[in-house]
């Protein structure tokens, strides 16, 4: 199974706002390099998430002959 997402052109514009908008700087609240990058993973990831609806397609079956 596959995940798609669908985004409008008006979608484009919000999500700029959104993640020029997302606390970034959290991230750099620790001084492990995984840790800030989990971080901004997780922001990048809500931000996405919230705004962009995913649709999960099936997998089309082929049939034997």
């Not at 706002?17 to 989990?38: C, G, K, M, Q, Y």
């Amino acid at each position: 199974d596959k995940i798609q997402c669908k985004v409008k052109n008006n979608q484009y514009l919000k999500t700029y706002h959104e993640l020029r908008n997302a606390p970034w700087d959290t991230a750099f609240i620790f001084e492990d390099t995984d840790d800030i990058v989990s971080t901004w993973y997780d922001i990048f990831n809500k931000v996405l998430n919230s705004l962009i609806p995913k649709k999960e397609k099936k997998s089309q079956k082929i049939k034997a002959a």
